[in-house]
């Protein structure tokens, strides 16, 4: 059974950069794609991107293009989404998911890692 | 990409059936047969409940059941019981690799 389970929750200054990570387990890691998508509090559901674990191609969400970078670490089973130039409106929850490329549906998430951006 | 628009709140008594609706454009949800559904409750992360429009993932009650219309989805569910109190939200492929969300629905069992 796939499992993401996703670093702690952090608290960060304006400017600053976070990088948070989503290990997974149970299944063969480069089989698969993973998102990224934030939520804000009391907010929706915001796409940021995603990994092919296969090869490292990214696809990032026009509005974070910018700040985001997600990475892979094969041999740790790994995937990793840094935002930089944080600023308060990036303080959300964050979530991997596994992305299942052939119906483009998330069917395992990881628990969630709140990120506070706060001076 | 803009977010899909679901209505912010819906809502009905136990086992009454309630139709969400996801409204985008030809660019996703009218252009593609790749809308998912998830559930989530207060706290928690989303959990899939329909995706390709109309399938259930295994362990999904089948009085969850997704459509689509031109450029609107809806999922509809039957028999409501107090857990399925809770957000739900649409999502799409919109071409070029991107996903998008929807707004959220509020779903109350009165």
């Known amino acids: 059974q796939v499992q993401l389970v996703q670093s702690g929750a952090e608290v960060k200054r304006p400017g600053a950069s976070v990088k948070v990570s989503c290990k997974a387990s149970?299944?063969?890691?480069?089989?698969?794609?993973l998102h990224w998508v934030r939520q804000a509090p009391g907010q929706r559901l915001e796409w940021i991107g995603w990994?092919?674990?296969?090869?490292?191609?990214?696809k990032y969400s026009q509005k974070f293009q910018a700040r985001v970078t997600i990475t892979k670490d094969t041999s740790a089973t790994t995937a990793y989404m840094e935002l930089s130039s944080l600023r308060s409106e990036d303080t959300a929850v964050y979530y991997c998911?596994?992305?299942?490329?052939?119906?483009?549906?998330?069917?395992?998430w990881g628990q969630g890692t709140m990120v506070t951006v706060s001076s | 990409q803009s977010a899909l628009t679901q209505p912010p709140s819906a809502s009905g008594s136990p086992g009454q059936s309630v139709t969400i609706s996801c409204t985008g454009t030809?660019?996703?949800?009218?252009?593609?047969?790749?809308v998912s559904w998830y559930q989530q409750h207060p706290g928690k992360a989303p959990k899939l409940m329909i995706y390709?429009?109309?399938k259930r993932p295994s362990g999904v009650p089948d009085r969850f059941s997704g459509s689509k219309s031109g450029n609107t989805a809806s999922l509809t569910v039957s028999g409501l019981q107090a857990e399925d109190e809770a957000d739900y939200y649409c999502?799409?492929?919109?071409?070029?690799?991107?996903?998008?969300f929807g707004g959220g629905t509020k779903l109350t069992v009165l």
């Open positions: 998911a596994r992305f299942r490329f052939f119906d483009w549906s998330n069917d395992i």
């Open positions: 149970g299944s063969t890691f480069t089989n698969y794609a």
């Open positions: 990994i092919n674990a296969a090869n490292g191609n990214t």
């Open positions: 030809s660019s996703d949800v009218g252009g593609y047969s790749y």
């Open positions: 390709e429009v109309i």
């Open positions: 999502s799409s492929y919109a071409g070029g690799n991107n996903l998008v």
